[in-house]
């Protein structure tokens, strides 16, 4: 079954400007992940945030993660056309795997 | 480039048939992931291996086996193949507590 959640289901920009995307969860974690997703290729890491921390940057990204309210949120700044493609949180409960979210389906307009 | 190799990276097969899918894990993880990516179900965790033993099992049917060898290789067998087994099928690797790192994923289609 889903555990994270994304939300909106898809969300399209103009280039240049920010996108933020929602998660939320449903069970405790100990940490949450955010991957990219070309059309039919394989997941791209983005930035892994752990129980503990509650905000995380890696260059144009940052991550925020609430544990009181089972949510995480990924910012991408300045956005470009290479940024187009599905986001996706997932979530480590240490002990099955992770559990992915439906994704975010992101488009920039140029 | 994540480090995890995956082959083949399409699969065309009958209903019935047996696959084998393989996985070579990044350089010194010792924790290989399977998972199963489908338009109606999205990304399922199937199982999991570390440093040869299964560790944990999500929502891998009795017609699936996988396996992780000395050399920390794993392989995932589909057998009796459906139609409904038709779907993208990655492998991911990680440190003992590190992120998952993806292969490109093998595309199965079943005809």
Redesign the interface.
């Known amino acids: 079954s889903?555990q994270g959640e994304e939300d909106p289901q898809a969300l399209s920009i103009q280039e240049g400007e920010n996108a933020t995307m929602n998660c939320s969860y449903k069970t405790s974690i100990n940490n949450l992940?955010w991957?990219r997703q070309n059309s039919?290729?394989?997941?791209?890491?983005l930035i892994?945030i752990r129980s503990n921390e509650r905000e995380k940057h890696s260059g144009r990204l940052r991550v925020t993660l609430d544990t009181s309210k089972k949510s995480s949120s990924l910012l991408i700044t300045a956005s470009r056309a290479a940024d187009t493609a599905s986001y996706?949180c997932?979530t480590d409960g240490g002990?099955?795997?992770?559990?992915?979210?439906?994704?975010t389906h992101l488009i920039i307009q140029p | 480039d994540s480090g995890v190799t995956q082959t083949p990276k399409h699969l065309i097969t009958a209903t019935g048939q047996r696959v084998t899918l393989r996985c070579s894990p990044r350089s010194g993880d010792l924790s290989v992931y399977w998972y199963q990516q489908s338009l109606d179900q999205g990304l399922q965790f199937l199982i999991q291996y570390y440093n040869g033993e299964e560790r944990a099992k999500g929502n891998i049917l009795e017609r699936f086996s996988a396996q992780q060898f000395p050399d920390l290789h794993s392989e995932l067998n589909l057998s009796s193949l459906e139609l409904g087994d038709s779907a993208l099928y990655f492998c991911a690797s990680s440190t003992r507590t590190g992120p998952q790192y993806f292969g490109a994923g093998t595309r199965l289609s079943v005809l």
């Open positions: 889903q992940q991957y039919g290729r394989g997941l791209v890491h892994l996706f997932a002990a099955d795997g992770l559990t992915f979210g439906k994704g």
